[in-house]
């Protein structure tokens, strides 16, 4: 392994240190078996998640994994810097002219030339870390899909879909704020997808949004302020307070 | 070889530091054999793993202790920013705690463990029952967010002392002799490592006596334990357990009077209290844990489960024992 990846693996690390990133599968196992080739993609609420998701990655996927970042946000100066040259990132402009935006608003479509271009990065073998939801969230509720994981799946039938659940790390670094707080977090690496033959975009989005939606309810930390305390936690086994 | 002396380490630490490591040796070798006869069943392994963070861990201890106050210091800061971590993660914070949290991870902490360090003693106890409980809560006025208001406050400043304000005072009993010694002025502004090898022999002593109260508990409760103290709570907490293991912990404690400035008998009645203060720990940690749904604070300690897992009984028992022997000896 040569400077660069060693230094890749370091930083890797450190990332998986700070925010304190578990790793699991749905299954509770710590070691994911992962696809050579993958569309991974995850629940959004922090600018960390695509950072924790690469990290998560054993070294060998890792190099071939690109997450799509946004231009406004990590295409200039440092960041971009930061985004290209690190982390691969392939960097897509979410809002395009505001004739996009609007079209792309009404019907859940990004434009056309972003799906193109992170098609052919799929083309080229490589792996994509996608975030449906297109923009961040408050860490506990999952906004509904775009249509570009469907259309990604449908014309790449042979890649896997993975689905990942990123849970905690938007009370890290939620939106807004500048200053990260370390919390423990969870990556849980869901069994992989395929789009059915014939199967429809809505249906489709409607699954893949369901696997996040049901992982993320079991493993994210409730944020609930006090409210709720007649939903007694389900409680498979006692507290390991006297295990010394 | 008497005067031998590496950091705050002296024969005597080191000849302590050797019995813990013939235990260990002792324990290992049980595992190993256990493991022999019974084959490879996950009890064993989680058994074995534990042994194996044990020895981490007093690797650890004797290491920081050799390269002084300073360095032991830190450790106990880092140890408490990694429990303030898994605290805040099963706290019911919301989005409006963010600029809070910076204050109380980031900066809190650091002032406090530098006024330790400093061995500025009346800042160390009053900075964060008094400044920092009146600080965060206005500063989380200001943010605005009023659900849930007076339990996100109290729940930071409950994360606070049990994480920070508790924990330090393990370290803090470093510098306890030269109060001990030279009286309660002197001691304030005094230099790190000034309590020399009997501020480490205090601090062994406790560790030794909490920790092996908490493994002797396990044992006594394993083998004798029938009727639970707290069955809501912790089904796995006994009278038995409890009374075998604190009375062979306070027998323990006794026996370690030489390394101390303590009588036997003193030393007996301090791990007594000690071994209390560790149980109630334990408990209330469990009853947290409980509340939340949660096994373990976390997964830093491979086999123990989180930070806190391992301190929840110094937390309780660290102050109590602090001011004992402030109290009874500066």
């Not at chain 2, 009588?263 to 007594?272: F, G, H, I, K, R």
């Amino acid at each position: 392994m040569n400077v660069a990846g060693l230094s890749r693996r370091s930083l890797a690390k450190l990332i998986s240190a700070f925010a304190g990133a578990r790793v699991v599968t749905a299954h509770g196992d710590p070691t994911p078996q992962l696809p050579e080739q993958a569309i991974y993609y995850a629940n959004h609420s922090s600018h960390l998640d695509f950072l924790t998701i690469w990290a998560a990655l054993p070294a060998d996927l890792q190099k071939r994994a690109r997450p799509v970042a946004a231009k406004d946000y990590w295409g200039t100066g440092l960041r971009k810097a930061f985004a290209e040259q690190i982390f691969n990132a392939y960097l897509v402009d979410r809002h395009g002219s505001s004739r996009t935006r609007q079209r792309a608003s009404d019907s859940g479509v990004s434009p056309k030339g972003q799906i193109a271009g992170m098609a052919e990065v799929l083309a080229a073998g490589d792996s994509l870390i996608i975030f449906p939801e297109g923009t961040r969230g408050d860490g506990e509720s999952i906004a509904q899909f775009h249509g570009g994981l469907y259309k990604l799946a449908n014309r790449h039938p042979e890649v896997p879909v993975v689905p990942v659940t990123l849970a905690n790390l938007g009370r890290i670094l939620p939106k807004g704020e500048v200053v990260p707080v370390p919390h423990l977090s969870t990556v849980v690496f869901c069994d992989p997808l395929h789009v059915a033959p014939d199967e429809e975009q809505p249906s489709f989005l409607a699954r893949a949004r369901r696997v996040l939606v049901d992982c993320l309810a079991e493993h994210q930390d409730t944020i609930d302020h006090g409210d709720d305390d007649d939903a007694a936690p389900a409680l498979g086994s006692p507290p390991g307070g006297d295990r010394p | 070889m008497s005067d031998w002396g590496l950091g705050l380490l002296d024969s005597s630490a080191l000849k302590l530091l050797g019995g813990v490591v013939v235990v260990l040796v002792l324990a290992s070798a049980i595992a190993w054999l256990l493991g022999r006869r019974i084959g490879p069943t996950s009890t064993i392994g989680n058994l074995k793993q534990r042994i194996n963070a044990w020895w981490l861990m007093v690797a650890l201890i004797g290491a920081v202790l050799a390269a002084g106050e300073t360095v032991t210091i830190l450790l106990f800061l880092l140890l408490s920013l990694l429990a303030l971590r898994e605290f805040i993660t099963i706290s019911p914070t919301g989005r409006g705690d963010h600029k809070v949290l910076v204050w109380l991870v980031f900066i809190i902490p650091a002032v406090h463990y530098w006024f330790l360090w400093e061995h500025w003693y009346g800042m160390f106890s009053v900075f964060i029952p008094v400044y920092a409980f009146l600080f965060l809560p206005a500063r989380n006025a200001l943010a605005g967010q009023t659900k849930g208001f007076l339990q996100r406050a109290a729940t930071i400043q409950w994360a606070l002392m049990v994480c920070v304000y508790a924990i330090s005072h393990a370290p803090a009993l470093l510098q306890l002799p030269v109060a001990m010694e030279l009286g309660r002025e002197a001691a304030e502004g005094s230099s790190p490592g000034d309590g020399g090898a009997t501020g480490a022999h205090l601090l062994l002593f406790l560790l030794i006596v909490v920790q092996g109260s908490d493994v002797l508990q396990y044992v006594w409760g394993k083998t004798l334990g029938k009727h639970p103290i707290a069955p809501s709570v912790s089904p796995n907490k006994t009278w038995e357990g409890f009374i075998g293991g604190v009375l062979s912990a306070t027998a323990l404690g006794a026996a370690l009077w030489w390394i101390t400035p303590f009588t036997p008998l003193m030393a007996a009645l301090l791990a007594l209290i000690s071994c209390v203060m560790g149980f109630a720990g334990g408990l209330v940690m469990s009853a947290i844990k409980r509340d939340r749904g949660i096994k373990d604070f976390g997964s830093t300690i491979p086999g123990h489960g989180g930070i806190m897992d391992r301190l929840d009984s110094l937390c309780f028992a660290a102050p109590v024992f602090f001011h004992a022997v402030r109290f009874f000896y500066a």
